[in-house]
Nanobody, 121 residues
């Protein structure tokens, strides 16, 4: 059974940085993409970044140039380095894995439980 466990969320001021981590346990197909989504209460979940098994990455326009996705296959861990954080980045952030589409994860098979990021002005 696959489990994804996020960590690294917290509260920072505008312009600050955080690094999220997502440790996977269980078998995830090597062909799968992994990525990060975020969601605020009452809003749709937004895909913000994905990484393919060949290392290619995708980013939403809202985070491109500020966030960097990476993975350590030896540790089965996915990361999201978030710099120049803004109040509008305040959300619950979720790690995910699933079949790849044209722009990252196309169909999500696994979700983490989420980690809260709060950015104050």
């Amino acid at each position: 059974q696959v489990q994804l466990v996020e960590s690294g969320g917290g509260s920072v001021q505008t312009g600050g940085s955080l690094r999220l981590s997502c440790v996977a346990s269980g078998y995830i197909a090597r062909s799968y993409c992994r990525g990060w989504f975020r969601q605020a209460p009452g809003k749709e979940r937004e895909g913000i970044s994905s990484i393919y098994n060949d290392g290619m990455t995708t980013y939403a326009n809202s985070v491109r140039g500020r966030f960097t996705i990476s993975q350590d296959n030896a540790k089965n861990t996915l990361y999201l380095q978030m710099n120049s954080l803004k109040p509008e980045d305040t959300d619950m952030y979720y790690c995910a894995a699933g079949a790849c589409g044209q722009m990252g994860i196309g169909s999500t098979n696994y979700w983490g439980q989420g980690t809260q990021v709060t950015v104050s002005s």
